[in-house]
């Protein structure tokens, strides 16, 4: 059981927004900045989209978005393409298992 | 560029250890923090520690702490992570990977897939 907790899935039409959550602790998410999020299509190698909480790697599309409030990160998805459909993953740096800890993942489906 | 390259496909007994490489190519990884990280048959992904390419020095996850070693040969920009006493739960895929440009994993190897069956 993961200590950092997102949705199974969550879903957009084209052109929307939506917002991954990764909710976790005091002694990970709402302390540390070393959070990244990671996109993952079928059968693929992850892609990291986000890390240290907002930053985004060149060549990651501006339509990806990173952010924290108190315990919780998000990851949030502007102007949703067909592409975008994939699972996600956080990943965060904890004191609670020896260094890092994924979340659970999230489904997203573009419907 | 930094490219990570796993050692190809294993098929192991329950019980048995099992050794996963990943070699850099493109540029030498020597002080490259590299991480394991695991995804069993249709589940998430798992971490499971980091090794210090040069070092040696190495950071277990709890769940692996009993059963993972992770070491580092320099001279051919090569670590290794080793799984003793496999079980059927250890049939995954499993990955390296670094962070190169910041402090994301932004290099993954392509993954070795582990099939862990009597």
């Known amino acids: 059981q993961s200590a950092l907790t997102q949705p199974a899935s969550v879903s957009g039409s084209p052109g929307q927004s939506i917002t991954i959550s990764c909710a976790g602790s005091s002694s990970d998410v709402g302390t540390y900045n070393l959070i990244s999020w990671y996109q993952q299509h079928p059968g693929k190698v992850p892609k990291l989209m986000i890390y240290d909480v907002y930053k985004r790697p060149s060549g990651v599309s501006t339509r990806f978005s990173g952010s924290r409030s108190g315990n919780t990160a998000s990851l949030t998805i502007s102007g949703l393409q067909a592409e975008d459909e994939a699972d996600y993953y956080c990943l965060s740096y904890t004191t609670s298992s020896n260094y890092l800890v994924f979340g659970g993942g999230t489904k997203l489906t573009v419907l | ?118």
């Open chain 2, 1 to 118: 560029q930094v490219q990570l390259v796993q050692s190809g496909a294993e098929v192991k007994k329950p019980g048995a250890s099992l050794k996963v490489s990943c070699q850099a190519s493109g540029h030498t990884f020597s002080g490259y923090y590299i991480h394991w990280v695991r995804q069993a048959p249709g589940q998430g992904l798992e971490w499971m520690g980091w090794i210090n390419s040069k070092s040696g020095g190495t950071n277990y996850a709890q769940n692996f702490q009993d059963r993972v070693t992770m070491t580092t040969d320099t001279s051919i920009n090569t670590v290794y992570m080793e799984v003793s006493s496999l079980r059927s739960d250890d049939t995954a895929l499993y990955y390296c990977a670094t962070a190169v440009e910041g402090e994301g994993l932004d290099v993954w190897g392509q993954g070795t897939k582990v099939t862990v069956s009597s």
